[in-house]
């Protein structure tokens, strides 16, 4: 058996731990959406409380068949079956992480935490970023004739039609031509 994590590895390896659960999608969209009831976020929280008390006081060998289990019973507690992988996935880079915490090593949670900074970083951006675009989607994106200067990519394989000169588009030939009418039709008078 393995000495137990005590001081700054303990408190390093549980930030670990909230850290890999938080980056799992399956259990984030079963916290979110309530999945397990009202109390998703508590059984989330549970689970990161359950995995921390498997490692520090088991005094059997760790394997990861056993980790997977709570891992599993922890999703089935929230109305998810994971069938993607991502149990073994997290359960691995948990095994990995205390291994490496046991060592003083912390590259792994290091890792975790700057992923998890740059993420914030990029929401943070991506939330300014929609606030920036949704000031300008008003009056001020449309045009005195009430059409948008929004520009519009057409696929390569489709010719751009001249802008204000086509009304419709009739047909495309076999060649790749395509036949359209003009707005300055002539009515013939009788």
């Known amino acids: 058996m393995a000495p137990p994590l005590v001081g700054e590895a303990l408190a390093l390896f549980t930030e670990g731990i909230s850290m890999t659960l938080s980056r799992w ?7 979110e959406n309530k999945w397990g009831g009202r109390d998703s976020r508590q059984k989330a929280e549970k689970l990161a409380s359950d995995i921390l008390s ?5 005094r059997e ?11 599993e019973e922890a ?8 069938d993607d992988g991502s149990v073994t996935e997290v359960a691995e880079n948990l095994l990995v992480m205390h291994g490496e915490s046991l060592e003083g090593n912390y590259q792994s949670i290091t890792n975790l935490r700057a992923a ?3 993420r914030a970083s990029c929401t943070k951006q991506s939330v300014n970023a929609d606030k920036d675009d949704s000031d300008t989607v008003g009056d001020e994106a449309m ?6 200067d929004m520009m519009i990519d057409l696929p ?4 751009k039609p001249p802008s204000n000169s086509v009304e419709e588009v009739k047909e495309a030939d076999p060649d790749g031509w395509v036949k359209v009418s003009s707005r ?3 009515k013939k008078k009788k």
């Not at 498997?54 to 088991?58: G, L, Q």
């Not at 060998?61 to 891992?71: G, K, M, Q, S, T």
């Not at 999703?75 to 994971?82: E, H, R, Y």
């Open 25 to 31: 999608t399956a259990l984030q969209l079963a916290v």
């Open 54 to 58: 498997w490692f520090t006081r088991s």
């Open 61 to 71: 060998p760790l394997y990861i068949d056993d980790l997977e289990i709570i891992l």
């Open 75 to 82: 999703m089935d507690s929230l109305n998810t079956t994971v």
């Open 116 to 118: 998890s900074q740059k």
């Open 143 to 148: 045009g005195d004739d009430g059409s948008s």
């Open 156 to 159: 390569e394989s489709q010719p």
């Open 184 to 186: 300055n039709k002539t």
